[in-house]
Structure formats: C-alpha cells, structure tokens
C-alpha cells in the first residue's frame, strides 16, 4: 500500500484501514487518531517480509539457506545486488508455493538450497518453485 499513489502516497505509514487500504491510525482509547507518515520501522517490516518471507532467506553458520514462499498472486520476485560476506547476489524466485523445484548457482544446478560465505563478486541465483 506504501507504494499505491493513491493511498500510501509513496510513504510507509503506521497503520492502513483494512477495508479501504487508506493510511488511518485507527481508534485507541476511544479517540481516532491520524496516521504518522515515514515510519522507518514500517519499511523495514516490509523489507523482512519481501527478504525473510518471500525471498526465503535465513542465514546461519556462514551459509544462507533459502526457503521461499510465493503466494498465488505473486509468481515472480527478484533481488539485484543483495550483499553477503563478498558477494553481490542476484536472486530470482519464480513459481508458487513452498516446495523448491529447482536451485541453480551460477547456472550449475544444486542439489543442496544454500550458499557459503567464501562466494566473492557476483553471483546469480535462481529458484523455481514446484506449484
């Protein structure tokens, strides 16, 4: 909603009205109150979503592990020049669900849904999903 000129105007706010997508700071204590504009914890819980959720990134142990989740309304998501250690990923996802199908690093298929932090330059990843 942040991005819809229409109702985020391009602005992450503390809270949208649920049925008409507007920004709207909702009723606390009997009060409505406003909606507060460039809230950075807002951009940031969207970030983890597109990254953590989506994306499916979990790191651990020197190694990031991937784990997507593509909705039925999203078949295609990609992230350009993500830093790890030394490297710059390129990332693409496409499909639905949550079962990897295929996992390709650097165009050699993988048997095994995670990278090491010894990668250095780019680097492209790319994940289809098993609908």
């Not at 790890?84 to 298929?109: C, D, E, P, R």
């Amino acid at each position: 909603m942040a991005l819809d000129a229409d109702k985020g105007d391009y602005n992450f706010r503390e809270i949208y009205n649920p049925y008409t997508g507007v920004p709207d700071g909702g009723w606390q204590c009997n009060l409505h109150t406003g909606s507060c504009k460039c809230q950075t914890w807002s951009a940031t819980a969207y970030l983890n979503m597109v990254i953590n959720g989506l994306v499916g990134l979990r790191i651990e142990d020197n190694r990031m592990y991937f784990k997507p989740y593509l909705p039925d309304n999203i078949s295609f998501i990609q992230l350009k020049q993500f830093k790890f250690h030394h490297s710059a990923l390129q990332i693409s996802v496409k499909g639905k669900g949550t079962k990897i199908k295929t996992f390709y690093l650097n165009g050699k298929k993988q048997t095994k849904y995670w990278i090491d932090s010894n990668l250095k330059g780019l680097n492209r990843i790319e994940i289809e999903m098993a609908s």
